[in-house]
């Protein structure tokens, strides 16, 4: 028996001879057998309609998939992490064969900034131990250290429009929702979404993002403005305040959502009326997250405060 | 007993195959929504789901139907962030394209089959860009959109042969499919 005709008697059973083979050859493009009731044109319309449904539900109320969308993500962020290890080992790889290449440059480099680092921290001894003295003769109550929960990038976004990642830690690992993000040397996003084992954090790069910022120096407030572009913009600066390129950014505190003097960037260039800034982390290149672990303000969860009135 | 036993054979062989040419589409799944860790890939990545989209659309309409079609569309907003329901309607609509278009690309030469592809590649590059230009009333960055649609384009050849090698295991299908 041919494959073909054992496929024709397994499934069509009954419907086996020649008026089926007629009615199927007179058919105008191919059908599957066992999805068959699947692929039909109204069955086609009707998704295209019942997509256009939720497109217009997410675009009305974000929140309203969440719950959908934590849970798939949950599910498929064992697989993610699995298909992500091969690339990390190749990244790890690429990255060391390149370093190799670059050892002995770096290497002078490394001496240099050692040099200078090393007279930085006879500066820091001597400033630590004057701020202590300090702080002990005005009794300050100083603020605890951070505790952090690192998590590798399992997922991103991958495109220009949307600029999220997913990380494989959640609820389960003591993530809440608005928590801040560094990765490198500065703040990266925020927490937005909190599965069980996994997290959405939405970079500073997004166009929904808003950072309020200090610019370090002259301690003018503004808030960083993320456009889905390279670099974020500053922006709500008072037009007489002196802005120099260079300035560095930090966390005002401002809003209650972010710590005071989490380091974010420095300014990069001033375009017109715009003000560019570099993020310090590495937005383009994020593989691991450190996500500070904070007690939220309830109140700046959507929905939170609905049950508050 | 050996009738059987070669039927099962035959059936099992078919489960593997029909199963090979849907691991294939899941796995091109995972490569559009998985962090390849690497510098800029986080906004510059192949959307590679759309291959298989096309390519069975073309040649084996029964393994791609619309329902399936519209579930990879919802795993990727799912996943990537998108508003849900975007590459859903994109998928499925690039589905009732390839449906009546199929019979014309059969018998073209390869070029015009990969020209096909590159048609319907921009077309959802743009509409996506479309879409996030309207949604937040701002023009939104065109480089890095142009850049994935180039890189989609020219990693098609790579990833139709990997199709091509799956389709040529595939049990054969009726007659006249």
Not at chain 1, 69 to 80: K, S, Y
Request: charged letters at 15%; glycine letters at 8%.
């Amino acid at each position: 028996m041919s494959t073909d005709r054992f496929i024709r008697d397994k499934f069509c059973t009954g419907n086996v001879g020649n008026k089926l083979n007629t009615k199927i050859r007179n058919r105008s493009f191919t059908r599957a057998l066992p999805f068959d009731f699947m692929s039909g044109k109204s069955i086609a319309v009707f998704l295209i309609l019942l997509s256009l449904l939720f497109l217009s539900a997410s675009i009305i109320n974000p929140s309203f998939f969440q719950g959908a969308r934590t849970n798939v993500v949950d599910g498929f962020a064992p697989i993610l992490k699995a298909v992500n290890a091969p690339f990390q080992g190749a990244a790890n790889f690429i990255g060391g064969v390149s370093g190799l290449t670059n050892l002995r440059a770096e290497n002078a480099k490394l001496k240099e900034e050692n040099v200078r680092l090393r007279e930085w921290y006879q500066t820091a001894l001597m400033l630590q131990a004057e701020n202590q003295s300090l702080q002990a003769l005005l009794n300050v109550k100083v603020s605890a250290p951070h505790q952090y929960v690192t998590a590798k990038v399992i997922a991103d976004s991958g495109n220009s429009f949307v600029k999220t990642v997913l990380v494989a830690v959640g609820r389960a690992d003591g993530v809440k929702k608005n928590q801040p993000v560094l990765a490198g040397e500065g703040l990266v996003g925020r927490v937005i979404e909190v599965g069980k084992n996994s997290s959405r954090i939405m970079l500073v790069t997004d166009f929904n993002s808003r950072i309020p910022v200090l610019l370090e120096g002259s301690r003018q407030k503004a808030v960083l403005v993320g456009g889905n572009h390279t670099l974020p913009i500053l922006k709500y600066i008072p037009e007489d305040s002196v802005v120099t390129v260079g300035t560095r950014l930090v966390t005002s505190g401002d809003g209650g959502m972010f710590p005071v003097g989490l380091p974010v960037g420095r300014i990069e260039a001033i375009d017109g009326i715009e003000i560019l800034a570099q993020p310090f982390a590495d937005v383009h290149n994020i593989t691991n997250v450190r996500i500070i672990n904070m007690d939220v303000n309830p109140n700046l969860s959507s929905g939170n405060l609905d049950d508050l009135l | 007993m050996m009738l059987g036993g070669y039927i099962n054979y035959e059936g099992a062989r078919w489960v593997a195959r029909m199963g090979a040419a849907q691991m294939t589409t899941i796995l091109f799944l995972l490569l559009s929504i998985v962090s390849f860790s690497l510098p800029y890939t986080e906004s510059v990545r192949p959307l590679f789901i759309i291959i298989p989209i096309y390519y069975w659309g073309i040649y084996r309409p029964s393994l791609i139907p619309a329902v399936l079609v519209f579930v990879l569309g919802l795993i990727v907003d799912f996943i990537s962030g998108f508003p849900v329901g975007l590459h859903a309607a994109l998928f499925v609509v690039v589905h009732v394209i390839m449906r009546s278009q199929r019979l014309f690309l059969m018998g073209q030469p390869y070029l015009m089959f990969w020209l096909g592809f590159t048609v319907i590649s921009t077309g959802v590059y743009m509409a996506q860009w479309f879409f996030f230009s309207l949604r937040y009333l701002s023009l939104m960055p065109v480089t890095d959109i142009l850049a994935s649609n180039l890189l989609t384009i020219l990693m098609f050849p790579l990833m139709a042969l990997v199709l091509t090698f799956i389709q040529r295991i595939l049990p054969p299908n009726l007659k006249s499919y």
